[in-house]
């Protein structure tokens, strides 16, 4: 699976740097006869991302090494660099395109078009939104950052030439060249397109919460083990499509035993895996009360509580402690609570009463996953 994925990546990859080297060398040509700012840095654009099409061949070649004493989960997160370095060298492109398009605002030059340069502009369009296309097509196929955000890049470009073809149409029939100031705002869709790529991958970085739907099919696959009454808690690192991993929280009844729930955490280890490829290496117990009339009503209880609190989103690891004269239960409350740790208090307390007598003990968990 790894292999055939790194395949498809530096295939597309090829492609992209022959498609944009081929535009880039039509360009400049065109741009430079025809005295054409804009069209010059529309080929600055194809070349840049040349280049970002020969980081991601590199990123995906060094993210397929293998695992290492100093790096035992792999090399996959430099994926995540190779990105970071392509939104780079998009926002140097624009910097430098902007610079350029400036000093023509300042010392305007008259465009020279010919024919041919609006047809080959016209056939640009054409051919970068065929790759935008392909390209992004094979990313989501692939689950390839880069790969996606090279291809929301080619669409991008492809609008740009649109832009810029009508600005020779206009100096054509009216003599009103809008040349510099078109480069100038090519310079700025370029910048934009920097940071949103830079904004994204930082996030991909730092960690952030996995996909809703992605979460809820590796929860139902869990739910349907037997033996396994919920999953809670779970929790998946990236370090690359082929090296997730991930923990979780299975609920099961209190009369299982040790030999029983072997049998459960091997079993639901397997089945995440084989279906959605990510490697649970920490599976936990929460135990449930079974043939317990009174643990069933004091759950009723919180629960009836805990709906007084439209913040708090989940109550679960419901456990009624006959032993220690215990009640534990975890519950999970919004990021967007005005104050999350008061509400917990004010949580704590209310419990307390609900239950005189008893020692309650509530969890805080956080909003990881959906």
Same mark, same amino acid.
């Given at each position: =699976?790894?292999?055939?994925?790194? #395949?498809?990546?530096?295939?597309?990859?090829?492609?992209?740097?022959?498609?944009?080297?081929? @535009?880039?060398? !039509? #360009?400049?040509?065109?741009?430079?006869?025809?005295?054409?700012?804009?069209? &010059?840095?529309?080929?600055?654009?194809? @070349?840049?991302?040349? =280049?970002?099409?020969?980081?991601?061949?590199?990123?995906?070649?060094?993210?397929?090494? +293998?695992?290492?004493?100093?790096? *035992?989960?792999? /090399?996959?997160?430099?994926?995540?660099?190779?990105?970071?370095?392509?939104?780079?060298?998009? @926002?140097?492109?624009?910097?430098?395109?902007?610079?350029?398009?400036?000093?023509?605002?300042?010392?305007?030059?008259?465009?020279?078009?010919?024919?041919?340069?609006?047809?080959?502009?016209?056939?640009?369009?054409?051919?970068?939104?065929?790759?935008?296309? /392909? &390209?992004? #097509?094979?990313?989501?196929?692939?689950?390839?950052? *880069?790969?996606?955000?090279?291809?929301?890049?080619? +669409?991008?470009?492809?609008?740009?030439? &649109?832009?810029?073809?009508?600005?020779?149409?206009? %100096?054509? %029939?009216? #003599?009103?060249?809008?040349?510099?100031?078109?480069?100038?705002?090519?310079?700025?869709?370029?910048?934009?397109?920097? @940071?949103? =790529?830079?904004?994204?991958?930082?996030?991909?970085?730092?960690?952030?919460?996995?996909?809703?739907? !992605?979460?809820?099919?590796?929860?139902?696959?869990?739910?349907?083990?037997?033996?396994?009454?919920?999953?809670?808690?779970?929790?998946?690192?990236?370090?690359?499509?082929?090296?997730?991993?991930?923990?979780?929280?299975?609920?099961? *009844?209190?009369?299982?035993?040790?030999?029983?729930?072997?049998? &459960?955490?091997?079993?639901?280890?397997?089945?995440?895996?084989?279906?959605?490829?990510?490697?649970?290496?920490?599976?936990?117990?929460?135990?449930?009360?079974?043939?317990?009339?009174?643990?069933?009503?004091?759950?009723?209880?919180?629960?009836?509580?805990? +709906?007084?609190?439209?913040?708090?989103?989940? =109550?679960?690891? !419901?456990?009624?402690?006959?032993?220690?004269?215990?009640?534990? %239960?975890?519950?999970?409350?919004?990021?967007?609570?005005?104050?999350?740790?008061?509400?917990?208090? +004010?949580?704590?307390?209310?419990?307390?009463?609900? %239950? *005189?007598?008893?020692?309650?003990?509530?969890?805080?968990?956080?909003?990881?996953?959906?």
């Amino acid at each position: =699976m790894e292999q055939n994925r790194d #395949k498809t990546i530096i295939k597309t990859s090829i492609i992209g740097i022959i498609v944009n080297a081929a @535009l880039a060398a !039509f #360009k400049a040509f065109i741009g430079l006869i025809s005295g054409s700012v804009a069209i &010059v840095m529309d080929a600055v654009n194809n @070349l840049s991302d040349a =280049m970002s099409s020969i980081i991601t061949i590199l990123g995906t070649w060094l993210s397929g090494k +293998e695992p290492d004493k100093k790096h *035992p989960l792999g /090399y996959g997160r430099i994926e995540s660099l190779s990105a970071l370095t392509i939104s780079i060298i998009i @926002l140097y492109a624009g910097v430098t395109s902007l610079i350029e398009s400036v000093k023509k605002i300042i010392h305007p030059a008259r465009p020279n078009y010919t024919l041919i340069s609006l047809v080959i502009i016209a056939v640009a369009v054409l051919v970068k939104m065929a790759l935008g296309l /392909y &390209v992004i #097509k094979k990313g989501k196929e692939v689950k390839s950052t *880069p790969l996606i955000a090279s291809g929301s890049d080619a +669409e991008h470009d492809a609008i740009i030439s &649109v832009a810029t073809l009508a600005a020779a149409l206009i %100096f054509i %029939f009216t #003599k009103i060249s809008l040349e510099a100031w078109l480069g100038a705002l090519i310079s700025v869709l370029i910048l934009k397109s920097g @940071l949103e =790529m830079l904004r994204d991958i930082i996030s991909e970085i730092i960690g952030q919460r996995i996909d809703p739907e !992605f979460s809820k099919a590796i929860r139902t696959t869990i739910n349907e083990t037997d033996g396994v009454i919920g999953a809670y808690d779970l929790i998946v690192n990236n370090y690359g499509v082929a090296r997730q991993i991930g923990s979780v929280h299975i609920e099961v *009844p209190d009369t299982m035993t040790v030999k029983e729930l072997d049998k &459960v955490e091997r079993e639901v280890a397997m089945r995440v895996f084989k279906k959605h490829h990510v490697i649970l290496t920490g599976i936990s117990v929460y135990s449930m009360n079974t043939g317990d009339t009174e643990a069933t009503k004091a759950e009723h209880k919180v629960r009836n509580l805990l +709906e007084n609190y439209p913040d708090v989103l989940e =109550m679960h690891g !419901f456990y009624m402690d006959r032993e220690h004269d215990a009640i534990n %239960f975890d519950i999970i409350i919004s990021y967007n609570a005005p104050d999350r740790r008061s509400l917990y208090k +004010e949580i704590n307390k209310k419990a307390g009463e609900l %239950f *005189p007598g008893k020692t309650v003990s509530i969890q805080l968990d956080s909003d990881i996953s959906d």
